[in-house]
């Protein structure tokens, strides 16, 4: 008998993303970087196997990645310090925003972007 595939697997390691805060997907759909039409075409991956963007999440409830180790010369230390300025405002209330959604129980297509 096929064993039945629950959720969807990271592109990257290859694991189920169980979590809506585990959700790299849901996070660019929250950064309007996608749209919920597509939303299932899309590959899922974890937030934390997407270092570029995972880097900029500055939450004491986040674990620090070590950006510099995994991205050498592409970590934020080393862009410039506007872009990283207005990317860790970006990406932090994405994810702060992601982490309510989880909390409340209401379906991501239901929350409003904006
Ligand atoms: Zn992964």
Same mark, same amino acid.
């Not at 592109?11 to 169980?18: Q, R």
């Not at 991205?71 to 862009?79: M, Q, S």
């Given at each position: 008998m096929a064993k039945c595939d629950k959720g969807y697997h990271c592109? $990257?390691? %290859?694991?189920? $993303?169980?979590v809506i805060t585990d959700s790299d997907l849901y996070l660019r759909y929250l950064l309007h970087e996608i749209q919920a039409e597509v939303l299932h075409l899309e590959p899922e991956c974890h937030i934390r196997c997407n270092p570029e963007r995972a880097q900029?999440?500055?939450?004491?409830?986040f674990d620090d990645l070590n950006a510099e180790k995994i =991205? %050498?010369?592409?970590?934020?230390?080393? =862009?410039d310090d506007c872009y990283v300025a207005e990317e860790e405002i970006r990406v932090t209330a994405a994810w702060l925003k992601l982490r309510k959604l989880a909390d409340s129980g209401v379906a991501i297509l239901d929350y409003p972007q904006t």
């Open positions: 592109k $990257v390691c %290859g694991n189920a $993303v169980d900029y999440i500055m939450d004491p409830s =991205l %050498g010369p592409f970590a934020k230390n080393f =862009l």
